[in-house]
């Protein structure tokens, strides 16, 4: 639990400024980039004006500036961009990657790449094939976590993705190969369970235990694909336990848009999750209240923290404080427990462009401040 009732983090990707994009693309920054990146600046102060990559880039001689350095800055901005918002938990925006599969994908032997499918709107990722037995090529995120932490003011957690989605979103080759006979529904089960847990144990687990060796102390799972097959939470929960068991940290999973209930009480099995991080403000309306599933978690007898989503990211409109507190005030009513809850965002703001953003992450800080004063008061 929190010394302080709601305290806020992140909880994904931040959408990459103009600047970065172009830089890191070797592209010359445009007048629309250079006066971003200026904006910004004198907001955050993530920019050094002594450091010759910055001067560069203001004098409008980007071009010569090493892409690394784009990386860098754009590291510097998402850390200075939640800590400035106020977050009392938070990471780079994973300003240096570029979605959460592929980059992981590649630090592992035993996947072959296959081309680019279709995973929502107009949003592709490029889908590898396990034609072998999972093999870490070597611990990753570990540069990027080094970085972060030698430069965070607030609390650093990351953000990794978990063993379920990695299996899920790749073909099953060499897994079903391995089952013999007819490669029905059950074959298929048990060779996507050998594959999750390969995963979670020769790829992930190793991971995390070098990133806790480096200091990692907070470290969110992602597993926006647990919902697909609501039947497999099981297999959620198990994968995650092969990654964490007996390694120390705080763990939390966050799952996005997915109906919760179908992933009861399987998912509860998951035994080092010390937060739940999920999405709620998306299914919250004036017709129907996106917080009250909350009281399964009493239900179950289950007390663990949860990582609150009060803002949607989906939408440009930008929530009210007093939207935020009450989202706030619901959830603790029917948790019967307001210490448990960590306030966040539904999901990672990379859908929504820095300034909607932004606005979004100051009624979230502000909207849970009025709820911590009410609850305080009440206590009084």
Not at 3 to 19: C, N, V, Y
Not at 158 to 174: D, K, Q
Not at 296 to 302: Q, V
Request: net charge negative; glycine share 8%; hydrophobic share 40%.
């Amino acid at each position: 639990m929190s010394a302080r009732l709601f305290p806020t983090q992140e909880i994904g990707s931040l959408a990459k400024p103009r600047w970065q994009i172009q830089g890191q693309h070797s592209t010359p920054l445009d007048e629309r980039a250079r006066a971003e990146f200026g904006r910004w600046n004198d907001l955050l102060h993530f920019a050094d004006a002594g450091d010759p990559a910055v001067h560069a880039i203001v004098g409008g001689n980007g071009a010569a500036v090493d892409p690394a350095e784009f990386r860098r800055l754009g590291a510097l901005f998402g850390l200075r961009y939640f800590e400035t918002a106020g977050l009392d938990r938070v990471y780079d925006g994973e300003a240096r990657r570029i979605e959460m599969y592929e980059y992981p994908i590649r630090q592992m032997h035993g996947f072959d790449f296959q081309g680019h499918v279709r995973s929502f709107d107009n949003k592709y990722y490029l889908k590898a094939a396990v034609t072998g037995e999972v093999r870490l090529d070597h611990p990753y995120h570990v540069d990027e976590f080094d970085f972060v932490r030698e430069h965070a003011r607030a609390s650093p957690k990351l953000p990794i993705t978990g063993p379920y989605t990695l299996a899920e979103w790749s073909y099953n080759e060499h897994y079903l190969g391995k089952q013999t006979g007819w490669k029905g529904r059950e074959a298929r089960r048990r060779a996507q369970r050998e594959f999750v847990v390969d995963i979670a144990r020769k790829a992930i687990r190793p991971t995390l235990a070098k990133l806790i060796e480096h200091g990692c102390r907070i470290i969110q799972i992602d597993e926006p694909a647990a919902g697909t097959h609501p039947e497999e939470a099981a297999l959620v929960a198990e994968g995650f336990n092969a990654a964490t068991e007996g390694l120390d940290a705080v763990f939390s999973m966050h799952i996005c848009f997915s109906d919760y209930r179908s992933l009861l009480p399987a998912l509860l099995e998951a035994k080092a999750c010390k937060q739940w991080a999920w999405e709620f403000a998306n299914r919250d309306g004036p017709e129907r209240d996106g917080y009250e599933i909350l009281r399964l978690f009493r239900e179950y007898g289950d007390d663990r923290e949860i990582g609150l989503g009060v803002l949607d990211v989906h939408r440009d409109e930008i929530e009210t404080p007093e939207v935020v507190a009450d989202r706030i005030r619901r959830a603790a009513h029917h948790l019967g427990d307001p210490s448990k809850i960590w306030v966040n965002p539904d999901c990672g703001l990379r859908t929504r462009s820095l300034d909607v953003a932004w606005k979004k992450l100051a009624s979230l800080v502000e909207g849970a401040k009025r709820a911590r004063a009410e609850f305080a008061g009440r206590a009084a």
